[in-house]
């Protein structure tokens, strides 16, 4: 079982950015693909962006060009970028794994993000 702990969120102004963390209790390098997710008040979960175990990437269309995924697996990490914030980017993002590539098994408890106009 991997435990995965967020930080780095906060409130911020519109344009302004973030780096959110997770750090892992366990080797990520083996894990299939680690996630952010987002869940905004009243709203599903959604899928923010990915990293596979071969450090391919995925961002969702609504985030393109300025939030950017990454891993350092000497330090069991990974961190999501957010640059230019926009207020419907405020939720609650959690990091997530997938070890196998069938489902996300690891969440973390999230982060608050607050993005103000």
């Known amino acids: 079982q991997v435990q995965l702990v967020e930080s780095g969120g906060g409130s911020v102004q519109t344009g302004g950015s973030l780096r959110l963390s997770c750090a892992a209790s366990g080797n990520i390098a083996s894990i299939d693909t680690m996630a952010w997710f987002r869940q905004a008040p009243a709203m599903q979960r959604e899928l923010v962006a990915t990293?596979?175990?071969?450090?391919?990437?995925y961002v969702a269309d609504s985030v393109k060009g300025r939030f950017t995924i990454s891993r350092d697996i000497t330090k069991n990490m990974v961190f999501l970028q957010m640059n230019n914030l926009k207020p419907e980017d405020t939720a609650v993002y959690y990091c997530?794994?997938?070890?196998?590539?069938?489902?996300?098994?690891?969440w973390g408890r999230g982060t608050q993000v607050t993005v103000s106009s």
């Open positions: 997530a794994g997938d070890p196998n590539g069938w489902s996300y098994d690891f």
């Open positions: 990293i596979s175990s071969r450090d391919s990437t």
